[in-house]
């Protein structure tokens, strides 16, 4: 797999880095350190992302999250407050790099599609009633959907729309909560058309 820890320490040499080397000076987080760290935001996102988690990790570290810790519940309460402001300020540096791509590439981000992720779990129950024997099966099917998956027909597009969204969609990158509870209808109306799709599709896979 890419290890893009390596890829960014490596400098011209080739030499492989592993995440606990210092970076080589001519690499990407090398001259991210020595030249733009804490001077500008504009580029070298990855790198600020990094550094983002890296501080929520070490905030987690000076909490007590032992199960035998009495307090542990209001630990856990700070763990995720911590969590969603990161989550937060890395959404941020992500809209930068999104607005230099929409202004950059406008058509290409505009056409560019993705999918909200189902809540993995999700299954469709389903009813099949034999027509001779009025025999009943019931059965059930992982809801799923992936717009640049080609497992699922195009038609099936239309039907997913709610859950579909551009890569320029910026409220959907900053702020996805508000984003769903502001289209639930039409993302509750795809699910519940892909669950149909799914509980055929797998009827049919069952059937042969």
Known sequence: PYDIESATKTGSDGEKKSSE??????????????????????????????????????????????????????????????????????AQVMSRLQDILAKAYPTDMAEKKFSLDIPSGGYAMYEITNKNTGEKLYKTGDIMYNVNSSLYPEYLKEKAKGLIVSADNKDALVNPKAYVEKHGDEINQSVAEIAKYNATDNWSNYNN
């Not at 500008?40 to 790198?47: G, K, R």
């Not at 035998?68 to 911590?82: G, I, T, V």
């Open 21 to 90: 080397d210092t970076a080589a000076p001519d690499s990407p987080n090398g001259i991210y350190d020595s030249t733009y760290k804490g001077k500008t935001d504009s580029i070298y996102f990855y790198q600020q992302l990094k550094e983002l988690q890296a501080e929520y990790e070490a905030y987690k570290e000076t909490l007590d999250l032992r199960w035998s810790n009495p307090n542990r519940d209001q630990e856990l309460e700070k763990a995720n407050a911590k969590l969603v402001e990161t989550q937060q300020k890395q």
